[in-house]
């Protein structure tokens, strides 16, 4: 079993739409949850971190936290054609973050 | 604010060859952590670097190695290079060793080896 599990895509929406993506994750020891969204050819960048359970808003984006189901995901409300990307589910603990192999998402106008 | 620079941007390299790929932290950090991305793959950990030494290591051959300078910047260095090196190589950096930090990329390198 992988230790962080996302479904590849693509995931199409209409733009205006909300994007739900989700991860589930093996290790129980997992302190820190990241989303990160990486455009083609480009570097991840960081939008959402989640240590808690529950949910935790920044604007657009809200990212939602089950430790005893052992998933995370992340909601992307008003979906635009600009948040078509790879979106990068990671989880840390110790000294070692572990990624998803990520969720192209694809938005369309 | 300078974010995390890394250099060169792209390299070519022949099987065999050794390479060294440079990093430069976000300003106020002080831990380093490298990665490598094959194509449609999530980046997968080599290792992080604090206060100039490995914290730890994932699952790469000794063949990779590391070093932390005092100003906290860093490389990475792969000997014997093989074909199946290449790829995206990134480097992060947080404040505060560890992963449960907010770590933040560079532009990454990208390795070709021929």
């Known amino acids: 079993q992988k230790e962080v599990e996302q479904n590849s895509g693509p995931l199409s929406v209409p733009e205006g739409a909300i994007a739900s993506l989700n991860c589930t994750y093996s290790?129980?020891?997992?302190?820190?949850f990241f989303w990160y969204r990486q455009y083609s050819g480009k570097s991840p960048e960081l939008i959402m971190f989640?240590?808690?359970?529950g949910d935790k808003e920044d604007g657009r984006f809200t990212a939602q936290l089950n430790k005893a189901s052992q998933y995370v995901s992340l909601l992307i409300r008003d979906s635009q054609p600009s948040d078509s990307a790879t979106y990068l589910c990671?989880?840390?603990?110790?000294?070692?973050?572990?990624f998803g192999a990520g969720t192209r998402l694809f938005v369309k106008a | 604010d300078a974010g995390v620079t890394q250099s060169p941007t792209h390299l070519i390299k022949t099987r065999g060859q050794q390479v060294t790929l440079r990093c430069s932290p976000k300003?106020?950090?002080?831990?380093v952590s490298w990665y490598q991305q094959a194509l449609g793959q999530g980046p997968q950990f080599i290792f992080q670097y604090y206060e100039e030494e490995e914290r730890q290591r994932g699952n790469f051959p000794d063949r990779f190695s590391g070093h932390q300078f005092p100003n906290y910047s860093s490389e990475l260095n792969v000997n014997a290079l093989l074909l199946g090196d290449s790829a995206l190589y990134l480097c992060?950096?947080?404040?505060?060793?560890?992963?449960?930090?907010?770590?933040?990329f560079g532009p990454g390198t990208r390795l070709t080896v021929t």
């Open positions: 290790d129980r020891g997992s302190q820190s």
């Open positions: 990671a989880l840390g603990g110790g000294f070692k973050t572990i």
């Open positions: 300003s106020g950090h002080d831990t």
């Open positions: 992060a950096s947080s404040s505060g060793t560890g992963a449960s930090y907010e770590q933040y």
């Open positions: 989640i240590y808690s359970n």
